[in-house]
């Protein structure tokens, strides 16, 4: 946490200091010698980091001839010894271990996790020759690496990932014993097969979790961190303050888009919370807020702020790596139902200000006729409009024009905007830290707090142009967003210092060190539990395809769903909610990813049920993250209660009800996907996003029981349904009229030879089940055919071997490699008495427009906005 804060969280009668230090960056503080080396260790990481991101190892061994390159897996290694020994020194054992020194069996500890990491990059090339057959060195230092990896996750993460990773581990060795119930049952696997495969290679520990974390996840969490250590926190939330201050509810409003734009480079909702809930939640209390409903809004909003594109907790380049999408699709994939729940929370607030009659901030003097200020707010935009243009068409034609320029023509816009920005900032005074106990009379203007930080946003654009316009890696864009974030903490203040004509230009970069140094050392050791919780989730994803153990869950939530669909969602939801109980971000979705996608993806195709892999994901997400602010464990509910002096379980509950429009919005893009722009035109994904934001707005009205004024129950109900009509028409158009029309299989050629180029063809599948060869099994696919041509051809391209015999489509084995090979070998038996045929093809069918639904929709809006107008006593906004 950044140390702006702590003078806030010493009047708020809090140490949130310490809070933070326990559960995100190591709660000891050692003093002398052992503290220097924690820092040094976590300085040295940081550059670790920058530097295999950057070319300077290329460079380097062009120029000396020696290979200082570190390849993925190298990365990985070297990246786990600094989590693993930073974990042992940063974190004591026990509750009762000294928090002031390191205890000698601590540094034993360190020099174990570290050597176990560079055991495998020491001896790489004799480990190479001798793939699956451990020595004894090998299993020795294998035991020592999972058991430190063990030790490291229960210091910085607790028992909650501990116990998870363990139950895996043992059903690895146990799983094969005859008093294990039948239906889980697996093969085993010897200590030395094990070991190999959690540890000496890259299918467990060091698998792609790890990987992103390396590559991927350090350079942002590090870019948050020089971003916060430089100022960029404060100035968000004195920017949220001055701009929705005024309204009712103002400073809930506030504490909501403050955790909005920290949630643009936070990897954590705890951090997030303690962050900018030491400012906002006091006030929030000191406008009419009980501390419960404080700490409430502050939990909701930071949970969603890991919902929040780019960085979503750091969990996005995961999404990208583990469902195929690019990362620049996924933001856009993730960006909507972000906006939308954001912007049904402040909804929600304000609905609870209308309730309790609060009133907002006073706000400054206005100054200029209105004219003058509408013209002002035109003027601002256009050059927003401008700004936007020329970085994206001009920068776009050079890029054309002149392709060696590009760089050096950004860097070089990127000076000039930053010292004109610096320029304008160093005109008013720098923003202080305000007690918020202290009485707040009139609130800053807009104006006046945004020119003070507006070149914190450059780093931000230069990311986001860097993954969406220049199309670079997500590791690369980051870097260069770092590169130029640690540019702006070494100048900003020598530089305002000279513009101000205040002289001490030493002092003015001596600060700038001081905060790179922070913001270094702040960024290592806030990974430290993102690095050993990737490092244990690579237990779990090392275990489920060692054992197939997803299939196993699978079939017992298919046994308890009945085969119904929205029961297995919901039990998904559910377990998903159990499973991210305790964890952080990361580790969160790669358990919830691991164990739950591939049941919706199962289970659904055998109901007819096919959505893109994406939605699944961003569906277990999205409720693993819930599990933040949900009892008995909610840990960001426990750290906003820290906060409110408000009781946590009552926070957290509070917390989930607001949080209940989340949790609706994955059942409603896994049915309706074009709320994640998936296949949506510019003007149709307008069009959605207003009428998603109505909609959700009136659930947030329906589950408030308040939308003009107090809602009776037939107007919750009434709301309930025009929301969901608005969400989901295709639901009733259903009803009406079939999506689809069922053509015989032995059709199928012939379909596969009219569609057009790239079109995709739904099928039903039929045949012995795998494992129970007397039951018939079915499921739904939908196979991209590529090429106009033959359809054999095609379908053959496509991976489904088809031939027609005795008036059945058969459809043989796929062969290894291709698309179907898995999913059809674990599911049907193609060697039965019974051939695997195409049962059905299911071509789209002619129906109306399924938005003909929204008018009796509306209709019905109406009719409850006449009931609710006739008694509203206040404004509803």
Avoid at 53 to 59: E, K, L
Avoid at 381 to 387: E, P
Avoid at 608 to 626: C, K, R, S, T
Avoid at 856 to 864: C, E, Q, R, S, T
């Amino acid at each position: 946490m950044a140390d702006n804060t702590s003078a806030e969280s010493k009047k708020a009668g809090v140490d949130v200091d310490m809070m933070v230090a326990e559960v995100e960056s190591g709660a000891r503080n050692a003093a002398g010698l052992a503290g220097k080396i924690i820092l040094a260790l976590a300085f040295v990481w940081a550059l670790f980091q920058i530097y295999i991101a950057s070319n300077i190892p290329f460079a380097l061994t062009s120029l000396t001839g020696i290979n200082v390159v570190f390849n993925n897996q190298e990365a990985r290694q070297v990246h786990l010894a600094f989590a693993l020994a930073l974990s042992m020194l940063a974190y004591p054992l026990f509750k009762t271990s000294p928090r002031d020194r390191v205890p000698l069996y601590d540094w034993g500890l360190a020099i174990l996790g570290a050597a176990s990491c560079l055991y495998l990059l020491w001896f790489k090339e004799d480990i190479a020759g001798r793939a699956g057959l451990p020595t004894t060195a090998d299993l020795v230092f294998s035991s020592i690496g999972m058991l430190s990896l063990g030790i490291a996750v229960y210091r910085a993460l607790g028992l909650p990932l501990v116990i998870v990773a363990s139950v895996f581990v043992f059903y690895v060795f146990f799983g094969h014993l005859s008093w294990m119930p039948d239906a889980i049952q697996w093969k085993g696997a010897s200590f030395g097969k094990a070991m190999w495969h959690f540890w000496m290679q890259t299918e467990g520990v060091f698998g792609v979790a790890l990987g992103v974390s390396a590559s991927m996840i350090f350079l942002f969490v590090l870019f948050g961190s020089l971003l916060e250590k430089a100022g960029a926190g404060n100035y968000f939330i004195k920017l949220a303050f001055a701009l929705l201050g005024h309204f009712r509810g103002g400073p809930a409003k506030a504490a909501v888009m403050a955790s909005a734009l920290s949630g643009l480079y936070s990897g954590s909702s705890i951090a997030n919370v303690v962050t900018t809930g030491t400012f906002t939640i006091p006030l929030m209390k000191r406008t009419g807020f009980k501390p419960e409903k404080a700490g409430a809004v502050e939990v909701a909003s930071s949970t969603n702020g890991q919902l929040t594109p780019p960085v979503m907790g750091a969990a996005a380049f995961l999404i990208s790596e583990f469902t195929g999408v690019s990362y620049p699709d996924l933001i856009k994939h993730a960006f909507l139902p972000a906006i939308i729940s954001y912007i049904a929370l402040v909804y929600i607030v304000h609905l609870e200000a209308l309730k309790l009659g609060l009133k907002g901030l006073e706000r400054p003097p206005v100054v200029g006729t209105l004219a003058q200020r509408l013209a002002g707010v035109l003027f601002g935009f256009i050059v927003m409009m401008v700004l936007a243009g020329v970085v994206y068409y001009g920068l776009g034609w050079i890029k054309v024009a002149f392709p060696g320029m590009t760089f050096w023509t950004a860097t070089l816009l990127f000076l000039v905007a930053y010292l004109v920005l610096i320029a304008r900032a160093a005109r008013h005074p720098d923003l202080e830290q305000d007690d918020p106990n202290a009485p707040m009379d009139v609130l800053p203007r807009p104006r006046d707090v945004a020119v003070t930080g507006l070149y914190f946003i450059l780093p931000i654009v230069i990311l986001i142009w860097c993954i969406l316009i220049e199309r670079l890696s997500p590791t690369l864009s980051a870097y260069w967003a770092t590169v130029s974030m640690i540019f702006i903490v070494f100048t900003q203040k020598p530089l305002k210092r000279m513009l101000r004509g205040e002289g001490g230009h030493g002092e003015g970069f001596r600060e700038g060190w001081n905060d790179f140094f922070d913001g270094m050392i702040a960024g290592s050791r806030n990974m430290i539990g993102i690095g050993v919780a990737t490092g244990a989730a690579g237990v779990i994803v090392g275990t489920v395809s060692l054992t197939g153990a997803h299939q196993v869950v699978g079939e017992f939530v298919e046994f308890l769903s009945g085969g119904n669909l929205i029961a297995m969602l919901l039990l998904v939801a559910v377990m998903s909610l159990i499973l991210g109980m305790g964890l952080p971000t990361t580790a969160n979705y790669i358990v919830v990813s691991s164990l739950m996608a591939p049941v919706i993806v199962s289970v659904g195709a055998s109901t007819g049920l096919i959505v893109p892999l994406v939605a699944v994901h961003l569906f277990v997400f999205y409720f693993g993250i819930l599990a933040d602010d949900t009892p008995p464990v909610g840990l960001a509910a426990f750290a906003a209660a820290a906060i409110s002096g408000g009781d946590p379980i009552r926070t957290g509950v509070q917390g989930f009800t607001y949080d209940i429009r989340t949790a609706l919005l994955p059942f409603l893009f896994i049915f309706n996907t074009e709320l994640l722009l998936i296949d949506v035109t510019v003007y149709k994904a307008v069009f959605i996003f207003i009428v998603a934001v109505i909609a959700m707005m009136l659930f947030a009205a329906a589950t408030q029981g308040y939308f003009l004024t107090r809602s009776r129950l037939w107007e919750t109900l009434a709301l309930l349904l025009v929301a969901f009509t608005l969400f989901r028409p295709g639901f009733w158009l259903d009803y009406v009229q079939p999506p689809y029309i069922d053509r015989p299989g032995t059709e199928v050629v012939d379909i596969a030879a009219e569609l057009p180029e790239n079109a995709s063809l739904r099928m039903v599948i039929s045949g012995p089940d795998f494992d129970n060869p007397d039951e018939i099994v079915e499921r739904t696919i939908l196979a991209e055919l590529g090429a106009a041509g033959d359809g054999l051809m095609r379908l053959d391209q496509a991976g489904l071997p088809v031939r027609i015999e005795d008036g059945v489509a058969v459809l043989d084995e796929p062969f290894a490699g291709t698309r179907f090979f898995t999913d059809f070998t674990d599911t049907f038996d193609f060697y039965g008495d019974e051939p695997v045929q195409v049962k059905l093809v299911q071509t789209a069918a002619e129906r109306m427009p399924k938005e003909v639904f929204y008018i009796p929709a509306v209709l019905l809006l109406g009719v409850i906005v006449l009931f609710q107008r006739r008694r509203q006593t206040v404004p509803a906004f």
